[in-house]
């Protein structure tokens, strides 16, 4: 798969020999280019068919540590410490990232500097050391965000966190990529020696390759990969996670505001003509970061309760962190996902409410026609700004591959927003967004007497700072008496240490 930027730009000569040891060339169809002669650089994104969901039984955590003991570690050439001293004259790096079905190598350099970064790179991902002290630094710090980071410093990000845990509990996604506490500390050399040999193999991965890079450099690319050996891990079913009413976790915490998250799974995945009717209603009820977001307008703008509100159709990580979606987050089953930033505790019940009021009235009202011609408007501009780098478009061309996209899904993107029409969009609103089955979560002190509210679903009014204008009080007054019905079975209390512990 290529996608086009003008001819090749052959250009360099690679003084390093190529240290391949024989072997098959990874096929040509395992290979996603996007050249661009006129970037100075050239980006790796090497995907692995692998992440969480292969984790196997008591090992929670295996395929995001077996990562980092690739790209955060010592190689069979070179100590930890010394590839970092080779890198930095180089002004380059390499990472990687292992979501839950994705696990992607990546690196970037400047094209002059290809001779002495490559074999830095290719030996991360061939000759890998797998030293022990390498494996307890990385164990302390996955250990150091499970019980510290993820609880205590993000409510946003814990609440997240655990609404993905609930929603597919049971399930190979039941588990966050960085795992367990139990499950990290379980795992050995031996465990992340046995599942690199399995999953690591020349027919599991793919190769993006994008910048000014030269057929030579592609071609050493596969054969130096195709070293790897042969194999292809048997596929994890795509998971099967229905809810069953409203289901509440409660997160007890001493915290200064009150962080919500609530959603429930979908079945549409990017690339079919409904999905870009639903991305349109997503966009007008909650577009990340999008201030003019209904969501937004209702809760923050009008009201002044948070720093925002957004909506997902799409798993969306680190959204504290990011202006735009990620890549290579792909998964093939996934969430309908509201996210209330944090609010005043006094407030948590009203947001709650008027949160699930406006979500209600979106799928049983749907979208009106000017809402309809203004979003999918903004979308055809917007969507321009999703890859504005060369390794960004590298990394949504592996996303179409996954989601098995002929062409490219940005450039759908664009030309549905002037063919979809407001009658499709409001089909795949009924047809995939409803209001009775959601799972929220909700990271609070006090947690018991928020237990008690819900339960008893009692008005919540609500007051302000500043005075509101009439129609707003009067709004408040339905928001308020908003039914949240929920059965005490479907209610979980539990104390914010006891979470992502096994």
Known sequence: MKIASGLLFCCLLIAHPSRSLGGDMVPEENIVEVPVPNDPTVSFRIWFAVGSQNDPDGKSGLANITTSMLT???????????????????????????????????????????????????????????????LERIRSEVLNF????????????????????????????????????????????????????????????????????????????????GTLPEGKPARVPVPSAALDGLTVTVVEKEAPATAMSMGFPIEILRGSREWYALAIANSWFGEHRNQSSHLFQVIREVRGLNYGDYSYIEHFPGGGGRMRPPQN??????????????????ARHFALRAALREYTRLVENGMTREDF?????????????????????????????????????????????????LEEVNAAVRKHLQVGNMHIVVVTPNAESFREALLRDSPSPISYATPKPASVLKEDEEIQMFPVKVRPRDIRVVGVEDIFVK
């Not at 987050?329 to 006094?346: D, G, K, L, T």
């Not at 979003?375 to 996303?399: C, I, N, P, Q, W």
Request: charged share 25%; glycine share 10%; proline share 3%.
């Open 373 to 421: 011609e203004l979003t999918k408007s903004f979308l055809k501009k917007y969507v321009l700004h999703y890859a504005t780098t060369t390794m960004e478009r590298l990394g949504y061309a592996l996303d179409d591959r996954f989601y098995g996209i002929d062409g490219s899904h940005l450039e759908l993107f664009r030309e549905m927003m002037d063919d979809i029409t």
């Open 329 to 346: 987050v792909c998964r093939r089953q996934q969430i309908f996902e509201v996210w209330i930033r944090p609010v005043p505790n006094e």
């Open 72 to 134: 955060q570690a010592a190689t069979q050439e070179n100590t930890y410490e010394e590839i970092l001293e080779k890198l930095f004259p180089l002004a380059a790096g390499y990472g990687g990232s292992s979501t839950v079905e994705m696990t992607v190598l990546s690196g970037r350099t400047h094209r002059d500097n290809l001779g002495e970064y490559y074999p830095l790179f290719l030996d991360a991902i061939l000759r890998p050391a797998f030293k022990e002290e390498d």
């Open 146 to 225: 499970l019980e510290n980071t993820l609880r205590y410093s993000s409510d946003e990000e814990l609440g997240k966190a655990v609404l993905y845990n609930d929603i597919f509990a049971g399930t190979p996604y039941g588990h966050i990529p960085a795992g367990t506490v139990e499950g990290v500390k379980s795992i050995t050399i031996e465990d992340v020696k046995r599942f690199y040999g399995k999953h690591y193999t020349r027919e599991n991965l793919i190769i993006g390759i994008a910048g000014s890079y030269d057929g030579e450099t592609l071609g050493r690319l596969r054969g130096d990969l």
